[in-house]
């Protein structure tokens, strides 16, 4: 199967900017997506930019892609207590037929 | 509004019980995914259905079976549980096409004793 790799935990205080990083290793990815888990509750999309792209801002997240070193990172600007959450990468390959996802990263977010 | 819909939401087993898990959505997508998800490894895919009328496994099938009974609905079914499969479980769907986005399901709990 593909790879999508993220460090599992970071800690950060509230107002500080979070910043959590991805790898993949299927250069034929044509979206790459994150998903935020709150605790009891399923995945919601939070973002998702396309291959081609560099970068992609929404209000408080922006998204950096390096296709080159297939790397992938989430940036949240002025981190909430409600941030605290763990945050999954997605790809998903040309065909469409299946998404792969990280192992998650986990954030805490200090008051 | 309701989405993706899977029942139950909790559920204890004894090993080599066997049961179904449910999953129904609403949006007409074309492709359905059962994920199991465990501390530290993430969400791994059990079984696909690309469209109705077709299923392929995923990265963790044994111990699983799936029916694509229609569109609509995608169920996973646990023959004899096992200690193993105790894990929280997500069904989730997609139109399956450029910049789609994939729904979740709340999951399902299930432990096997």
């Known amino acids: 199967g593909e790879d999508v790799e993220q460090s599992l935990f970071l800690s950060v205080r509230e107002g500080d900017s979070s910043v959590i990083n991805c790898t993949y290793t299927d250069s034929s990815s044509t979206y790459l997506y994150w998903y935020k888990q709150e605790p009891g509750a399923g995945l919601q999309l939070l973002t998702y930019i396309f291959s081609n792209m560099d970068m992609k801002q929404d209000q408080r997240l922006t998204v950096l892609l390096n296709k080159k070193d297939k790397h992938l990172s989430l940036r949240i600007a002025d981190t909430q207590t409600g941030d605290s959450a763990i945050y999954f990468c997605?790809?998903?390959?040309?065909?469409?037929?299946?998404?792969?996802f990280g192992s998650g990263t986990k954030l805490n977010v200090k008051p | 509004n309701a989405g993706v819909t899977q029942t139950p939401k909790f559920q204890v087993l004894k090993t080599g019980q066997s049961m179904t898990l449910q999953c129904a959505q609403d949006m007409n997508h074309n492709s359905m995914y059962w994920y199991r998800q465990d501390p530290g490894m993430g969400l791994r895919l059990i079984y696909y259905?690309?469209?109705?009328?077709?299923?392929d496994k995923g990265e963790v099938p044994n111990g699983y079976n799936v029916s694509r009974l229609n569109k609509r609905e995608f169920s996973l079914r646990l023959e004899s549980a096992a200690p193993s499969q105790t894990s929280v479980y997500f069904c989730?769907?997609?139109?399956?096409?450029?910049?789609?986005?994939?729904?979740f399901g709340q999951g399902t709990r299930l432990t096997v004793v």
């Open positions: 259905s690309a469209s109705e009328g077709t299923t």
């Open positions: 997605a790809e998903i390959l040309y065909n469409f037929n299946k998404f792969y």
């Open positions: 989730a769907s997609t139109l399956r096409q450029a910049g789609t986005e994939a729904f």
